[in-house]
Structures are given as structure tokens and as C-alpha cells.
């Protein structure tokens, strides 16, 4: 189990590794639009939720949507590019068909600095794509059809890929088929078994009422770094109140970074709670990819040596970069962005 760094500036990590984060999670393509509220009244959608859908009601709900932004996404490869964003180096673990948005996913993550390098699945589902309805309280709504990426397996699996990253960090969504429980467990195993660091976001609480005792189970042994919002983590340990959350997390894991919206964060290790301010904004556009990005700033922050405050800092400047503006990839750079704040 890792044990954090305790310097107030970013340094070089202690152990030099190839890369500083893998990511694993569904490589999906997201198209986003702005709507307004009675789009989702009206195709009966369950409003900021994430909800898998098949493959006939996605292009039903494709052809109803406005022009939007379309671009590679998933919740854990927009941490990664995020983690690239910032100067670190990152690769990301994922499943795409061998189609035309396959090779746009590919070759928009190597564009971006992020290496990704797992080949296209021929002959069976289409690549995966989420239509993302955002309304005007900048609430997104996440209708996702998974395609091919949820049959990632141990095969796709690069063993030593996986131990040339200082942290690995793994997506809830992804764990919604054996195979890719499977592909998770192992690549946590391998993880483990080098000595890096491992990471699972909740990513939903639709996702943490589904998978609640198999998480648990993964903390106990799998599991170092836990990220989600507070109300992923209360749901997670069953109770209504995040402090009491905070105390079950520590006795599992060795931290654990808790998004608390405008109130910004805490990060909790052992019996320390650590409470980081959000950034203000003029205005709050898109909230999709904020706990992406939060946890892309303070993976790389850990990576490079950070102490836990300044990590979590890191974290809270890209959420509330990526939550200005439509999307869920920076709009500027994020080691700029964070020089500009932070001198």
C-alpha cells in the first residue's frame, strides 16, 4: 500500500518508472449536445444519470439530439488525457471495434499524448459511443451504448505496460461484464504484484448500487486509492453522512479523494481529512468529466512527488477548468493553466 509524499512543491517521483498512470476503462466516443429540459422529459431519460442503452435506442436518441460536439471519451481515458495534459505520461488499456470511430478513438488519443495501443476488435460489436445531453443547470445526462468495448479482457491486457506506470487507474462503468471484471482483476493483480499503486473510481451511484459487496471486496486487498463524489462514497458504505463515509473508506484503503461539488474536496488518509476550496467561476457550463479531470490533476500530482494537499489542488484547478466550457477534455492546456494560478 503506497504512503504519500510529504513535500509542498511537485518533485520527481522516488522511483522512476516509463509512465506515470495507465488508465483502463470503455473506450467510447461521446457526442454532446446542449438541451433543454424537456428533451429529457420527453424521451423519458433519467436526468444526470448514466444509463446503458442498446444499440437501436442510441440511434433513436442520435437522430433526436442537436448538433453537438463529437470526440473520443470515456470516463478514464479523459483522466488520462488530462494526466497528459499536465506533462505526464500516460497510456490507456481499452477496447475498440476495427471501424472507422475506432481509429478516430486511436488516433485522437495518440494526437493528445496519451499511448494507446490495443487492437481493434474485428468482426463482432461497433465501437462504443455516449450521447450526452447537457441542460442548462449544466447537469449531463449519459445515455451509453458499449458496444464492443465491454468485452475487454485479460487478453487485452499488456502485462508489462501495466507495471511501467507508477499508479494504475481503473473505471467503475468497465465493470459491468465478467470479462471485464476479469481484465480489471488482473490488471490489478499485476499492478500489485510490481509495487504500483491502485486506483478505482466509482464513476456513478447507479454504478455503486449494481457492484456495492464486489467493490467492497476489491478494497480490501486490491485496492490503495478510492476517487468518486460524496455521494458514491455514502453509498458505497451504506450510510447518510460523508464524514461517517470518510471514517469507512480510511479502515479499507489508503486514501481516498471525496469531490463535494462547490464545497471542493477532501481527501481523506487515515485520520486525516484534508479540505481543498473549489475554484470559482464565472459560470459552470458542463459539469462532464469534472471528477475525470479531478482525478487526472491529482494522479499526476501523486506521480510527480506531490504532497496531498497540493495534489488535491491540482485536481480541483482541472475539474473546474474542464466544467467552464462544453466537453469533457481540457479546453487549454493544464500545466498552463495551473502555472497561471498557482505561479
Not at 488525457?81 to 481509429?103: C, N, T
Not at 476488435?121 to 458496444?147: F, K, M, S, W, Y
Request: glycine content about 10%.
Amino acid at each position: 500500500m503506497m504512503s504519500p509524499v510529504p513535500t509542498n512543491e511537485i518533485e520527481t517521483a522516488p522511483e522512476s518508472t516509463a509512465l506515470d498512470v495507465v488508465g483502463i476503462g470503455n473506450a467510447i466516443v461521446d457526442v454532446l449536445a446542449e438541451v433543454g429540459d424537456d428533451f429529457i422529459d420527453q424521451h423519458d431519460l433519467a436526468k444526470g444519470a448514466m444509463t446503458l442503452i442498446d444499440a437501436d435506442r442510441a440511434m433513436e436518441l442520435y437522430a433526436a439530439m442537436p448538433p453537438g460536439l463529437e470526440e473520443s471519451g470515456g470516463s478514464a481515458a479523459n483522466t488520462m488525457v488530462g494526466v497528459a495534459s499536465f506533462g505526464g505520461r500516460a497510456a490507456y488499456i481499452g477496447l475498440v471495434a476495427d471501424d472507422f470511430l475506432g481509429e478516430v478513438f486511436r488516433r485522437d488519443m495518440r494526437h493528445v499524448g496519451v499511448d494507446f495501443d490495443v487492437p481493434g476488435a474485428a468482426g463482432g460489436e461497433p465501437t462504443a459511443r455516449c450521447l450526452i445531453q447537457v441542460t442548462p443547470d449544466a447537469q449531463r445526462t449519459l445515455n451509453t451504448h458499449l458496444g464492443t468495448s465491454s468485452h475487454l479482457s485479460t487478453r487485452q491486457i499488456d502485462p508489462d505496460l501495466v507495471a511501467s506506470a507508477s499508479h494504475l487507474y481503473c473505471e467503475g462503468y468497465l465493470w459491468d461484464t465478467e470479462e471485464a471484471k476479469g481484465a480489471i482483476r488482473h490488471a490489478m493483480d499485476l499492478a500489485n504484484a510490481a509495487g504500483r499503486t491502485v486506483s478505482l473510481t466509482l464513476s456513478d451511484g447507479f454504478c455503486v448500487d449494481r457492484h456495492r459487496d464486489e467493490w467492497l471486496d476489491l478494497l480490501t486487498d486490491r485496492v490503495d486509492v478510492v476517487f468518486g463524489n460524496a455521494a458514491e462514497l455514502c453509498s458505497l458504505f451504506q450510510v447518510d453522512d460523508v464524514e461517517r463515509a470518510a471514517d469507512a473508506v480510511a479502515a479499507e484503503v489508503d486514501l481516498a479523494f471525496v469531490t463535494l461539488g462547490k464545497e471542493g474536496s477532501m481527501v481523506v488518509a487515515g485520520s486525516d481529512r484534508i479540505r481543498i476550496e473549489a475554484d470559482e467561476l464565472e459560470a459552470v457550463v458542463d459539469t462532464t468529466g469534472a471528477g475525470d479531470l479531478y482525478a487526472a490533476g491529482v494522479l499526476f500530482g501523486l506521480s510527480s512527488g506531490a504532497d496531498l494537499p497540493h495534489a488535491a489542488r491540482l485536481g480541483s484547478i482541472a475539474a473546474a477548468e474542464v466544467i467552464s466550457h462544453l466537453g469533457a477534455r481540457p479546453g487549454r492546456v493544464l500545466s498552463a493553466v495551473a502555472r497561471s494560478i498557482l505561479g
